[in-house]
C-alpha cells in the first residue's frame, strides 16, 4: 500500500516544471520549453499587413553562462536569416532579428524563431525574459514599433523518472513518519496522512 501512492502520484503529475504564455510583446507570445537549457519561442499573432522583418531586444535577468543561440522555426520561410548580437554596455542584453526571405503574414499564430540559453545558476528559482522594445518591418521598409514586455520562466527541477519517483515516495514515508510521532498523532487523526500525500506532491508540480 505504501508503494501504490507514488506510482499513482508520478502517473498523474509527470516532471516538475512550469510552463508559461505570458506575452513578451504586443503581438508576439512565448513558449518556453525547459530540459537542461532553456528556450523562448516567439509567436506572431496580429501583423500589420505583410511583414519581411521583425527585431527586438531581450535582455534576461539571470546571468547567463554562455552567449544565447537564436533559430529560426515554425512560420519562417526557408533560407531566412536570423541574428542575435550582444548590446554594447549592456550585461546579457541582446538584439534579435529575423529577415524572412518571403514576406509573412502569420494566419492563425504561429512560432517563427527561438532562442536558447543557458544560465549560469544549475537551477535558478526564475529566470526573467524582458523584451524592452520591438519592431515589425513591413515590406514598404516601414518600422512599427510594438511594446515590450517581460515573461518569467520557471525552470525544469525533476525530468528523470527515477528521481522523480524516489522524490514522491520519500514525501510519502515523509507524512507517514510524521503520523507516528506522539505530538503529531493529534493532528494527524484530523487530518489523515492520506491527503498530505496527495496535495504536497500536487503543489510541487
Same mark, same amino acid.
Given at each position: 500500500m505504501l508503494m501504490f501512492w507514488p506510482v499513482l502520484?508520478?502517473?498523474m503529475a509527470g516532471p516538475? #516544471?512550469?510552463?508559461?504564455?505570458e506575452p513578451l510583446l504586443q503581438?508576439?507570445?512565448s513558449h518556453v520549453a525547459v530540459k537542461g537549457s532553456s528556450t523562448v519561442g516567439f509567436t506572431i499573432r496580429d501583423l500589420p499587413g505583410e511583414v519581411t522583418s521583425l527585431e527586438w531586444r531581450v535582455r534576461f535577468t539571470t546571468p547567463l553562462a554562455s552567449t544565447p543561440s537564436i533559430r529560426p522555426s515554425g512560420v519562417t520561410?526557408?533560407?531566412?536569416?536570423?541574428f542575435l548580437?550582444?548590446?554594447?554596455?549592456?550585461?546579457?542584453?541582446?538584439?534579435?532579428?529575423v529577415e524572412f526571405s518571403s514576406p509573412i503574414t502569420a494566419t492563425?499564430?504561429?512560432?517563427?524563431? #527561438?532562442?536558447?540559453?543557458n544560465?549560469?545558476?544549475?537551477l535558478p528559482d526564475r529566470a526573467r525574459v524582458i523584451v524592452t522594445h520591438g519592431n515589425t518591418i513591413d515590406v514598404e521598409g516601414t518600422r512599427h514599433g510594438v511594446q515590450g514586455e517581460s515573461s518569467s520562466l520557471s525552470v525544469v527541477m525533476v525530468t528523470n523518472t527515477t528521481t522523480l519517483f524516489t522524490l514522491f515516495a520519500g514525501v510519502v514515508g515523509f507524512v507517514?513518519?510524521?503520523?507516528?510521532?506522539?505530538?503529531?498523532?493529534?493532528?494527524?487523526?484530523?487530518?489523515?496522512?492520506?491527503?498530505w500525500m496527495y496535495f504536497i506532491p500536487m503543489t510541487m508540480t
Open positions: 502520484f508520478l502517473a516538475l #516544471r512550469a510552463e508559461t504564455n503581438g508576439i507570445r520561410p526557408v533560407n531566412s536569416l536570423v548580437e550582444p548590446v554594447e554596455g549592456q550585461a546579457d542584453t541582446y538584439d534579435a532579428r492563425p499564430p504561429a512560432e517563427f524563431a #527561438r532562442i536558447t540559453y544560465v549560469e545558476a544549475r507517514y513518519w510524521l503520523s507516528t510521532l506522539n505530538f503529531t498523532q493529534r493532528f494527524f487523526r484530523f487530518f489523515p496522512p492520506l491527503i
